[in-house]
């Protein structure tokens, strides 16, 4: 079988959280386009149910689903969807997260832990609850989280240490179960991207200063960050696992 056959996702079941839009939505197109059956996982269901509309039309089976990534009910309930409607699962893309620029001496607790309880105990939930599936279903499965360089190194100009944090966090979290699910075929992994072009980055004053920054001098597209995720959620990728991947034009090389 040839290197682009071994790629395809075909008959797999995955679910994409923060899958309504952004990187989220790009990747959960990707998945589709190997083949895969995707689950659209977001807070924002109407924008979910239309993004999962749009990757039905790809030929694949896709689902919407309301969830927010902080809450278990939520979340195990996503899981229970999920198997109910796809049957199994066997790729989970734990993405969902958030920011907030605010600097360190004026961060509220309440500032702190909207961050983390996201982006860090959301991953750790959504990932726990997919590796359980898969721990049942006793064939293994592929868990990919998204952190950040910001897991790697600290942005500037803006102040946001619940974010780099919560990033870091996110690299050694998936490292942990990598080891953890070693030996049960559960491989996990993480990217992380540098400044996306999204909703999230679409609003901040420095992207010029970033632009500046960049080896590259652009952000990347969502788009950029498709086929990693494909390469790890397949067979392809059998003996990574516990990685972190960078995709960020270099930024993090100096
Ligand atoms: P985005 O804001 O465009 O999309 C995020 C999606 O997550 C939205 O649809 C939102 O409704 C959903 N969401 C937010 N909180 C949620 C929750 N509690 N439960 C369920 N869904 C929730 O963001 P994006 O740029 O696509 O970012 C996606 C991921 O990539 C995030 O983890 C982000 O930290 C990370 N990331 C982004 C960049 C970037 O530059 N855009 C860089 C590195 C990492």
Redesign the pocket.
């Known amino acids: 079988m040839g290197i682009l056959e071994k790629m395809r996702l075909d008959g797999k079941k995955a679910f994409v959280?923060?899958g309504?839009?952004?990187?989220?939505k790009s990747v959960a197109t990707a998945l589709a386009e190997a083949g895969a059956d995707v689950a659209i996982?977001?807070?924002?269901l109407e924008?979910a149910q239309k993004t999962a509309a749009e990757i039905a039309e790809l030929g694949v089976k896709t689902l919407a689903i309301k969830?927010?990534?902080?809450s278990p009910d939520d979340v195990n309930n996503m899981i229970d969807v999920i198997v109910e409607n796809f049957g199994e699962l066997n790729i989970a893309f734990c993405?969902?997260?958030?920011?907030n620029n605010i600097p360190a001496e004026e961060m509220t607790l309440n500032d702190w832990q909207k961050v983390i309880d996201?982006?860090l105990t959301?991953v750790f939930l959504t990932a726990q609850a997919a590796g359980k599936q898969m721990l049942k279903q006793g064939k293994g499965g592929s868990i990919i989280n998204?952190a950040?360089?910001s897991g790697h190194i600290v942005n500037v100009p803006q102040p946001q240490c619940s974010y780099n944090a919560s990033k870091a966090g996110v690299i050694q979290l998936t490292k942990s179960l990598a080891i953890e699910w070693a030996t049960r075929g559960i491989r996990v992994n993480s990217i992380s991207?540098?400044?996306?072009g999204?909703?999230?980055?679409a609003s901040s004053p420095n992207i010029g200063e970033w632009n500046r920054l960049s080896p590259v001098h652009r952000l990347g597209t969502p788009e950029e960050l498709q086929a990693i995720v494909v390469y790890l959620a397949g067979d392809c990728s059998s003996f990574t696992t516990g990685a972190d991947i960078l995709v960020d034009g270099a930024f993090t090389c100096f």
């Open positions: 959280t923060g309504a839009r952004g990187i989220g996982v977001d807070m924002d924008t969830a927010d990534v902080t993405n969902a997260g958030i920011g996201v982006n959301g998204t950040s360089m991207p540098g400044y996306i999204t909703d999230l980055t």
